[in-house]
């Protein structure tokens, strides 16, 4: 799971939504919400998205947190991510490199 943007409408009567272990960039979740229960640890935040995720969720509906990051990231929120001007651009730039690796292999 990367990219959650365009579901929000499913996401407006959820109660407990578990989002942990992924490798979630984005989400957009509306004010109007009802989460009570909302897990975002061990993702790959792009650190905007995650500022404004934050201006909609509050964060006692937060319930995990990262405590440590990978090199280039750092908490924000508690949660770890990633300052970058094209954030899949630069996932989907890793992504390649590490699979031309594996395949030199």
Same mark, same amino acid.
């Given at each position: 799971?990367?990219h959650v943007e365009r579901n929000q409408p499913q996401f407006y009567r959820l109660?407990?939504?578990?989002?942990?272990?992924?490798f979630i960039v984005t989400l957009k979740l509306s004010a109007h919400h009802t989460?009570?229960?909302?897990?975002?640890? +061990?993702?790959?935040?792009? #650190?905007?998205?995650?500022?404004?995720?934050?201006?909609?969720?509050? +964060?006692?509906?937060?319930?995990?947190?990262?405590?440590? #990051?990978?090199?280039?990231?750092?908490?924000? +929120?508690?949660? #770890?991510?990633?300052?970058?001007?094209?954030?899949?651009?630069?996932?989907?730039?890793?992504?390649?490199?590490?699979?031309?690796?594996?395949?030199?292999?």
């Amino acid at each position: 799971l990367l990219h959650v943007e365009r579901n929000q409408p499913q996401f407006y009567r959820l109660e407990n939504l578990y989002l942990d272990h992924n490798f979630i960039v984005t989400l957009k979740l509306s004010a109007h919400h009802t989460l009570n229960n909302l897990t975002l640890s +061990h993702n790959d935040w792009d #650190c905007n998205s995650l500022r404004a995720l934050f201006r909609n969720v509050a +964060h006692p509906a937060v319930h995990d947190a990262d405590q440590y #990051c990978k090199i280039d990231y750092h908490l924000e +929120h508690g949660l #770890c991510c990633k300052e970058s001007d094209n954030p899949y651009l630069d996932r989907l730039l890793q992504c390649i490199a590490l699979t031309s690796v594996v395949e030199k292999l």
